[in-house]
């Protein structure tokens, strides 16, 4: 039985891992190129008082960046717990971040992945293999 599930959930989990590796490369170098000043506001020419660019650069991007990169390596511990059957409610946790636009590291591969990954982590008998005990 457990078997069957660890077939059903690599898939996802596969996918998960793909989204949180991506978005965490991509934060990292967003991060190195705040910390170089190569950032959105450095890219406009002359008005580098505006509001909106200046807000997701420098420091406040390295911060933000931080919590990118927490968050990715959250979902990437979601899905190695979920191809151990490990943690249902972790697993089922990762996948919902990893929909969430803005906040999942990759956020168009998060959400089909996401909902992907829900969809088999409710199926009965995957849940069961997450507690054969009960």
Request: overall charge neutral; proline content about 4%; charged content about 10%.
């Amino acid at each position: 039985m457990s078997q069957e599930a660890m077939q059903q959930l690599k898939g996802p989990a596969l996918g998960l891992k793909i989204t949180a590796g991506l978005g965490i490369v991509m934060t990292i170098a967003s991060v190195a190129m705040n910390i170089l000043g190569v950032g959105i506001a450095s890219a406009e020419s002359g008005s580098s008082e505006d509001a909106f660019a200046a807000m997701f650069s420098g420091g406040l991007a390295v911060v933000f960046g931080v919590i990118a990169i927490g968050i990715g390596v959250f979902i990437w511990i979601g899905a190695q717990k979920m191809l151990a059957l490990q943690s249902y409610g972790l697993c089922m946790a990762a996948a919902i971040v990893a929909m969430i636009p803005c906040i999942s590291p990759c956020c168009l591969l998060g959400l089909p992945i996401g909902i992907w990954a829900i969809v088999i982590l409710v199926k009965p008998e995957v849940k069961e293999a997450f507690n054969p005990q009960l």
